[in-house]
């Protein structure tokens, strides 16, 4: 017993005294690993948006995000950018997308019915709203329970729907989702499913949200979803409760710290791999934009976004093209409304003026974009002057001819003082080598002679002796 007493005081002493230095290594690796993630944070800060290095271009704000822009959704005008075509997991502001193809494809009054795939997929802390298989929503309820509540299993029931109703299947959404984004010009996206939980073929930029983003503004339905703050979903065929669920989007409310008073919408979204990525949209009276920021960190992400609106709101104006435009090639604007976005300092007429026409020689009918050091502004539908537009046209050819005849006259001048520089370096290297070959045959015959000489004399001494 005794010996059994030692051994149990022994063993205590070893273990407190090995456990502060535990602890101690345990909070040294915490505080590491703290620090290295507020060095990337801060290094992230530190990287200035791309748009800052434009000449004469109003300077932004640096950001947390990984990923931001700010797209004017009328003109496409891309106003503050960082790092826009680097991908990243989108989360549920994939849900967008989800939204745009539901609208473009059918009813507010079309069914949407859960089935048990729908729901087997989720796990207990996926946001949700509790729908059960065979339960049935309106599209209407269903698009607000995806874009305030996010709720993944209903994006599930909304696609599955959607793609049955169209005469395929759930994974006849996902295909058109893909194609969606690729007809707005979207490069740096792949969609695996509706809702944004992670998968690592599920990616997107920021560039590409602002695209999809903008689309969906153009739908009133959308507009209307996003004005609410809250919203029921009465009785269904097997819940007879009400459910009910509010907008999560903070800039949206007017209690919150980080309202913002023209946010007209947006949403948001995270996941582990993904961080915060939050898409709103703003208007002031002027100019409707849509601000995206991916990979960033929980709120910085709402004091990036109002960071950058306060930016472009104050250093961009807009500028009517019909007003403004004189070129004779343009007869008249098929919209009076259209505009450019003038960065702060930049006239009308500092921005280059490209058009293209639609169709044949013939055609009328053409589109102008307007850019400065190579950031479009803005583009508009026009009725063109046919006559002026050709002989432009002709113009631009002639002296495009003109500049290749010049580059390859300029290209054939350089082959030949390349051929000329290889022959006079043969011709030097040839030099080199006879001029070698001579002072050789030279030393040859000194050689021979002085043996001829060391000959002579030797025989003239055997003589004398």
């Not at 792949?190 to 992670?198: S, T």
């Not at 002026?388 to 003082?417: M, Q, R, W, Y």
Request: charge should be negative; include cysteine.
């Amino acid at each position: 017993m005794k010996l059994r007493r030692l051994l149990c005081g022994f063993l205590s002493a070893a273990i407190l005294a090995v456990q502060p230095g535990a602890i101690v290594m345990a909070d040294d690796t915490e505080e590491e690993i703290q620090s290295e993630a507020e060095a990337r944070k801060q290094a992230i800060y530190d990287t200035a948006p791309e748009s800052n290095g434009i000449e004469g271009w109003p300077q932004g704000p640096n950001v947390y995000a990984a990923s931001a822009v700010v797209m004017d959704m009328d003109t496409g005008a891309v106003l503050y950018e960082k790092k826009v075509d680097e991908r990243h997991y989108p989360a549920s502001i994939t849900k967008l997308l989800t939204v745009l193809v539901a609208l473009e494809n059918m009813e507010l009054t079309d069914t949407v019915l859960f089935s048990q795939a729908s729901v087997d997929f989720l796990n207990y802390d996926d946001a949700q709203i509790g729908m059960k298989p065979g339960e049935e929503l309106s599209m209407e309820d269903s698009l607000y329970a995806v874009l305030l509540a996010s709720a993944n299993e209903v994006s599930y029931a909304v696609a599955e729907s959607t793609g049955i109703a169209l005469g395929g299947t759930y994974e006849t959404f996902i295909e058109m989702m893909n194609h969606r984004s690729q007809e707005l010009g979207c490069t740096g996206s792949h969609w695996v499913n509706p809702n944004g939980l992670h998968d690592d073929d599920h990616y997107t930029t920021a560039y590409d949200m602002a695209l999809i983003a903008s689309a969906v503004y153009q739908e009133e339905e959308f507009r209307n979803i996003m004005k609410t703050l809250e919203y029921r979903i009465g009785f269904t065929n097997l819940t007879q409760e009400e459910r009910v669920f509010q907008q999560n989007h903070k800039m949206l409310w007017p209690e919150n710290y980080y309202y913002y008073e023209y946010c007209t919408g947006g949403k948001t979204g995270y996941t582990d791999q993904s961080g915060t990525t939050l898409v709103t949209m703003a208007e002031n009276g002027g100019m409707r934009l849509v601000a995206v920021v991916l990979q960033d960190y929980g709120v910085d992400a709402y004091t990036d976004t109002r960071a950058m609106f306060d930016y472009a709101f104050a250093n961009f104006s807009k500028a009517a093209v019909p007003v403004e435009e004189t070129s004779e090639q343009i007869k008249r604007f098929v919209q009076d409304e259209a505009y450019v976005d003038l960065p702060a300092g930049v006239s009308f007429s500092q921005l280059e003026q490209q058009i293209e026409q639609s169709g044949s020689v013939a055609a009328d009918r053409g589109i102008v974009k307007y850019l400065y050091q190579g950031q479009l502004l803005g583009k508009a539908e026009v009725v063109l002057d046919v006559v002026h537009f050709n002989k432009a046209a002709a113009k631009e050819e002639k002296k495009a001819a003109g500049t290749l005849t010049d580059e390859n006259n300029k290209a054939d001048t350089s082959k030949i003082v390349k051929v000329l520089i290889m022959v006079l370096t043969v011709i030097v290297l040839l030099f080199f080598i006879y001029f070698l070959y001579v002072r050789y045959r030279r030393e040859q015959m000194r050689k021979r002679r002085n043996a001829r000489r060391r000959a002579a004399r030797e025989r003239k001494e055997k003589e004398y002796d």
